[in-house]
Each structure stands twice: as structure tokens, then as C-alpha cells.
């Protein structure tokens, strides 16, 4: 019994600790960072220019293109990094808002309470995304 | 071998409370975020709902308004999975600094 305790114990230590996910990846977390601030920018932005009328889906391109690229640079680093499973799937998932929002704004967002959901669900994943980065670099 | 006793039952309390405790501070630290966040998101299901039947919005963009809420119903949730998975490392690495305190404690050195 003893003995095989310790050879399960030696057989755990052979190697440094148990890892189940990914290590903290600051260039990832910084990207991400600066991809919520463009966002946080286009939604100031908007909010001004729904109220004018201005709030026009052809100004608007480079920036669906800007975060589109964005998110595809950031799913391809984290695909090459193990056990970032998680990040991936949140990556997906703030892709599919961004194109969701694309949708419904090539179909015309006309008022501040219909904007007001969008922003306040993008910036929730965007939380939920930041909160999970520290997670990580407190690990 | 050393004189020191191998003792499972204090080897297991001693796992458990490890576990309790980081279980315990992760579920404190997360606990006000998920509720903050999901009542804000329930918050936009309402928004959403009275959109429709205002007919400010047709059922199409309405069904676009419900896609994003339910991908940031998905982030957050992901988020949870993740910071779990955090505390689940944290417990066995733990659990496994007891059982190689104990194990070098028993054989009186170092050897893991």
C-alpha cells in the first residue's frame, strides 16, 4: 500500500503539476484589449450619429473589416496554442455578434433603443472575455 | 524508511480542505459578475421583446436582436467554464502538494 503510494506519488511528480488549460497569453489578452476599445469607440460613435441620422452602414465598412481581421489574427494564434478551447469558442462567438450586427445594421438600426441591447450584449462578452483573461494571468 | 507515520485519513482532510478553499474564494470572486451580467442580459431580452411589439422592429431583426444576446449568454457562460476549469487545476495541483509533503515527510527526504 505504502509503496505504491509513493510510486503514484513519484509518478505525479515526474512531471511539473497537472495542467487542464491554456497558460496566459499576454499578446492575445492585449489584442483583445484593443479590439474592445475600437468597438467601445464605434458604439460612441453611433450613438451620436443614430440621433442625427447619420448612422449609415457604408460608413461603417472598414470597420466591420478592421474587427472581422482582428478576431480571424487572434483565432489563428489561439488555435496554435494548447488547451484554448475556451478562448476559441468566445472568439466564435463575438464573431457571430459582430456579423449579426453587421446584418442588422446593413438593414438599417434606427434608434438609440434599438442599438442599446446590441451594445450592452457586445460589451458583456467583452467583459466575460477580459474577465477570463485575468482568470488566467492569476492562475 | 523514517519513523513518521503515513496518515491517509489526515492526507485526505488535509486534500479536502485545500479544495474547499479554492473552491470556495473562486465561486466569491465570480458570484457578483455572473449575476450583474446575466441581469443585464435579461434586461436586453425585455428591451428586445418591447421593440417588437411597438413594431419598432420587424420579427426578422428581432430574431437577429435575440442571436446576439444568446452569443453573449454563450461568452459569459464559456467565461465560467473556463475560470471552473482555473479552480479545478488549482485543486489537484494543490491535492498533489499534499500528497508529496506527505510522501517526503514519510520517507524523511526529498525525494519528490
Known sequence: ?139 | MSKNKLNIPDILKDMSEVSKKILKSNWKKVRPMAELQLKSILHNLEQIAELKIKGKITEEQAKLHLKIQKESIRTILLSFEGIGIIAAEQVINESLGVIKNAANKYIGWKLL
Do not use: W
Not at chain 1, 25 to 35: E, M, R
Not at chain 1, 106 to 131: C, D, F, G, H, R
Open chain 1, 1 to 139: 500500500m505504502l509503496l505504491r503510494f509513493i510510486i503514484v506519488s513519484f509518478f505525479f511528480f515526474s512531471c511539473s503539476g497537472i495542467r487542464l488549460i491554456q497558460e496566459y497569453d499576454s499578446i492575445s489578452d492585449n489584442k483583445i484589449t484593443a479590439l474592445q476599445e475600437k468597438t467601445a469607440r464605434f458604439f460612441i460613435k453611433a450613438e451620436r450619429q443614430i440621433i442625427q441620422s447619420q448612422f449609415i452602414y457604408e460608413s461603417y465598412i472598414n470597420f466591420y473589416d478592421d474587427v472581422k481581421a482582428d478576431l480571424n489574427v487572434l483565432l489563428v494564434r489561439s488555435r496554435a496554442i494548447q488547451k484554448t478551447d475556451i478562448i476559441q469558442k468566445q472568439l466564435n462567438s463575438l464573431l457571430i455578434q459582430i456579423n449579426t450586427l453587421e446584418e442588422l445594421h446593413k438593414k438599417k438600426i434606427n434608434s438609440k433603443e434599438e442599438l442599446e441591447p446590441i451594445k450592452n450584449a457586445i460589451e458583456n462578452s467583452y467583459t466575460a472575455i477580459i474577465q477570463f483573461q485575468l482568470a488566467l494571468k492569476n492562475k
